[in-house]
């Protein structure tokens, strides 16, 4: 589910395949039960997501291991 | 409805006959709601013992695993499970938890103990002895969870020296089972088994009236064990509380138990129920009226609590046989809000191949979840006074919250604020199942050095004759 969050606002990303400026809303991810909202760079056509490389080994590795059950 | 039509026939497991233990067939049956284990034994007649009652069925209760096999077995297969326990090669689990009993003295005269303990004159097992039991189990199971049990291990004054020992021979994860008599007159015990690296305190807990106490325990008790929690803050030892149920005498307190064990969190890292099993020392064997199972205490925990937990919170484990426990992982803020951050149900999230991965999470898991954080900030392991930490207290009332979290809250949070809510199902000889029995990945070692799955180990017949107790002499060597 998305929402925008700053309409407009150029980040400097392009969807490669609308070819829209990526603006940031506001994304909800889910892993196991917890539903985690973010501002992410997303395309405001297709709704396709960005997760730059940082973060997805980063902090969402790091929530990924804290809520791997047993 | 007629009795013929109401039974439903689910699978056929074994069992053994809780008079003379003799291995027999053994069937889970429907009828109405519940599950019931029926066998028959012949020469003394047959046998039908309650297993499940009601919601979330057994049915959908299950979590499958890829069988594994231990490699180093000190058990032979030659008179079949659950007669050949060393583990032996036809057990179908590795152990995530060891268990070694360190004495069999008690400060306690409890009308419930699996160990039946204190009742003989034994000395403790020399430290040299344990160290070589421990290299043992570690030779067999790995790096497991280690469980120092008893008796009432905390009567040994070289307990400390046996924590050592145990990290030494390479065991991480140590926790101490107890009735924090001790921990509570006797602060610097604890921080001596701290400073040995003793990890976490399982405590036995059995409610917040002491009412309950005298009657389970012989005495009043409640304020030791705050006080032993407090001490536990105080030296950096997360506690785990560790109720056993007794139908009619605390399970009408689980909810009171979930209130107070939250007021007392961080220090207090969860809760661990344990209905009472029929075996070792217990007050009388009420049949089926006095058998409490998992589904009823996951309906109660949602019942006492108002629906701060719920019972579709709970998931089956990922180690042990899906019928033998549940747990929820909670995120449990300073502000008193109590979120959910457990596994999603087993089927959807594990496939059918934990395997060997789920052992190894278990051990991984379970140590993070039940140590007290060395992040965790000096005020916030403190527990509230002891004056205010009964029935009440000064933290806010904990509240169930959902909906979206922040992830930064909660990376910064989760390491040092995890609440675990979790039961443990043990069998004894009318309900036992021997399908579960070979699942088992808690194992005692034994005195003569073998790993017998806990349920085996303390299982006694109707007139009180041991499996494996017996046959290893009575106590520790």
């Known amino acids: 589910m998305t929402e925008k969050a700053n309409p407009g606002i150029d980040i400097g990303w392009i969807c490669n395949q609308c070819k829209a400026a990526l603006e940031i809303q506001k994304i909800r991810l889910q892993y196991s039960r917890v539903i985690f909202a973010l501002d992410l760079p997303a395309c405001p056509r297709c709704g396709m997501i960005l997760i730059e490389e940082g973060l997805a080994t980063g902090k969402m590795a790091e929530a990924e291991q804290v809520l791997e059950d047993k | ?45 047959s046998f039908s013992t309650v297993i499940w009652r009601g919601e979330p069925s057994m049915a959908e209760w299950r979590r499958p695993k890829a069988p594994v096999h231990p490699d180093l077995c000190y058990g032979a ?95 991480s994860f140590i926790q101490v089972n107890t009735n924090g008599l001790r921990l509570a007159a006797d602060k610097d015990y604890g921080r001596r088994l701290r400073a040995a690296g003793l990890s976490s305190v399982f405590l036995q807990f059995d409610g917040v009236d002491d009412a309950i106490y005298r009657s389970l325990r012989g005495r009043a008790l409640l304020d030791q064990k705050l006080q032993a929690v407090m001490n536990c803050g105080e030296t950096g030892l997360g506690v785990v509380l560790v109720p056993t149920l007794v139908k009619g005498l605390n399970t009408g307190s689980i909810g009171a138990i979930v209130r107070q064990a939250l007021q007392l969190a961080p220090t207090v890292r969860g809760i661990h129920f344990q209905p009472v099993s029929f075996f070792g020392r217990f007050p009388g064997h009420t049949g089926d009226e006095g058998r409490f199972t998992l589904p009823e205490l996951m309906r109660r925990l949602e019942e006492q609590t108002g629906g701060l937990v719920k019972a579709s919170d709970f998931s089956p484990p990922g180690c042990e046989h899906a019928h033998c426990s549940f747990h929820a992982t909670y995120m449990h803020s300073a502000k008193g809000g109590l979120r959910l951050i457990g596994a999603a149900d087993g089927d959807s999230c594990c496939s059918d191949d934990l395997g060997t991965k789920g052992v ?8 993070r979840r039940w140590i007290l954080p060395s992040a965790a900030p000096v005020s916030n392991r403190l527990p509230i006074s002891k004056k205010t930490s009964c029935c009440g207290g000064s933290s806010p009332d904990a509240t169930r919250v959902e909906g979206p979290l922040d992830l930064d809250v ?15 199902a043990f069998q004894d000889a009318d309900n036992l199942d021997l399908e579960r029995l070979r699942g088992c990945c808690i194992s005692v070692i034994s005195p003569d050095g073998m790993l017998v799955p806990f349920c085996a180990y303390n299982l006694t017949s109707r007139e009180g004759k041991g499996l494996y107790r017996r046959r290893n002499g009575v106590g520790p060597q």
């Open chain 2, 77 to 171: 297969v030659e008179k079949g499970c659950p007669f050949d326990c060393g583990l032996c090669e036809a057990h179908v689990q590795l152990p995530c938890s060891v268990l070694i009993e360190v004495t069999d003295r008690c400060n306690l005269n409890c009308a419930v103990c699996f160990a039946d303990s204190g009742r003989r004159e034994a000395e403790d097992p020399s430290l040299e002895n344990i160290s070589r039991l421990l290299e043992r189990a570690m030779a067999a199971a790995g790096p497991c969870n280690l469980q120092l049990s008893g008796g009432e291990p905390t009567l040994r004054d070289d307990l400390p020296d046996v924590v050592e020992v145990a990290r030494r021979i390479g065991y």
């Open chain 2, 1 to 45: 409805m007629d009795d013929v039509v109401e039974k439903a026939h689910l699978n056929e497991t074994e069992s053994l006959c809780p008079v003379c233990l003799r291995r027999i067939k053994a069937t889970r049956m429907l009828r109405g709601d519940d599950v019931f284990l029926v066998k028959e034994c012949g020469d003394h007649g």
């Open chain 2, 410 to 424: 909660f990376l910064q949070e989760v390491a040092t604020r995890t609440f675990t809510i979790s039961a443990m």
């Open chain 2, 360 to 367: 190894r999470r278990t051990v991984e898991t379970v140590s």
